[in-house]
């Protein structure tokens, strides 16, 4: 059984940056695509980035592309969300997700969930 742990959430001004991170407590061997999705309030869960296992293969939301950058090191079983340029309608609960079809943007593509991270930007 896949645990996910996320972290790096939090307060920020707008124009700033976050990283996020989510250490996975196993590596498998199928299932290796990681992403990241968020969720702000009364909107349904929406797409953020996703990564394949080599690192290769990478997807982003169009509203978040030129700003974040998802990242892996497949040794610490770990995956990066580093958000620049942050906007107020980036607050949301951000969610790491692990398996997938290639770099899918559907949550149903993805089995192993994290619990959340809140990220709140201000101004």
């Known amino acids: 059984q896949v645990q996910l742990v996320e972290s790096g959430g939090g307060l920020n001004q707008a124009g700033g940056s976050l990283r996020l991170s989510c250490a996975a407590s196993?590596?498998?061997?199928?299932?290796?695509?990681m992403g990241w999705f968020r969720q702000a309030p009364g909107k349904e869960r929406e797409f953020v980035a996703a990564?394949?296992?080599?690192?290769?293969?990478?997807n982003y939301a169009e509203s978040v592309k030129g700003r974040f950058t998802i990242s892996r090191a497949n040794a610490a079983n770990t995956v990066y969300l580093q958000m620049n340029s942050l906007k107020p309608e980036d607050t949301a609960v951000y969610y790491c997700?692990?398996?997938?079809?290639?770099?899918?943007?559907?949550?149903?593509?993805?089995?192993?969930w994290g619990q959340g991270t809140q990220v709140t930007v201000s101004s």
């Open positions: 990564i394949s296992w080599s690192g290769i293969s990478t």
């Open positions: 997700a692990r398996g997938g079809v290639g770099v899918s943007v559907s949550p149903y593509d993805y089995h192993s």
């Open positions: 196993i590596r498998t061997a199928s299932a290796n695509t």
